[in-house]
């Protein structure tokens, strides 16, 4: 992640101190939608007595002052505006992707490269390995057709942070249940359901062999002899008072 904003920030620069001719950043839409492509008219020069859009090598729709003509699979849904050059492209297919590029009498005045992507599916979670200390969970998804995508992932009720399709838990962490989700350059999918964290042990059933108390435990809770005794709610006396004992005790009572 930190790669790819690196190379958006070249680009953008790249792109900052080139003429306005050059080729923008790829566009990236969803099968269904439109495109838009409006190049800075302003910079184009004049005048102008024919308009070119081409797909590739193949023409998208000619323009001169007799009149339109559209192509192909364009015809029926595209529009090419003549005064503004901008050409509008409705109910995108994945066929659609490609290298659009604009030429009038005078010239080529510029290309785009158009990705057409799927809508982002629902990843689900999967362990990848017997979970023992450590354990690999794999947000997975049908990720053909997307482009480029990233995944993030929260812990319980806490932050979606940026992460890879793989993560890695260990015994130490201690949430109780995971989500993932993924992000296309248009937008982030929906929510996993949650994965229940096989590592996850709940507080109460630490102390049901009578565990020992971790050397960093505060001298106070070591003298106060209530160590091991559980309260009405199933859980122990936690050595701080953290959020973390409330919600320990509330989970013992489920157990
Ligand atoms: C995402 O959630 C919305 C709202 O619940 C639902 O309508 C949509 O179908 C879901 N999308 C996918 C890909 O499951
Ligand atoms: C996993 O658990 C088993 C059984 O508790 C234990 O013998 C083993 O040392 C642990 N680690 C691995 C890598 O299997
Ligand atoms: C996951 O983490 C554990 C400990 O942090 C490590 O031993 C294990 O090799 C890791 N697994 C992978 C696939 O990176």
Redesign the pocket.
Known sequence: MKLSSALLLLTSAVLGVRPSSAQGEPKYLEVGTTLTLEPDVSTVPRPINSIRWKYGTALVVDWDPSGHTYYGSFKGRTTLDPQTLRLDINRLTLADSGQFSLETNLGTVGSHEVNVIK????PSIKTQTLCNVSCDLKCTADTQDLGPVSYEWKEDEGKWTEGDTLKNISSSDTPEKLFCRLKTRVRT??TSLPMENPLYKPPGAATEGGAVAGPTSSPGVTEDGTRGAVTEGGAVAGPTSSPGVTEDGRRGELI
Do not use: A, V
């Open positions: 809508p982002p599916p629902t999918s929906n």
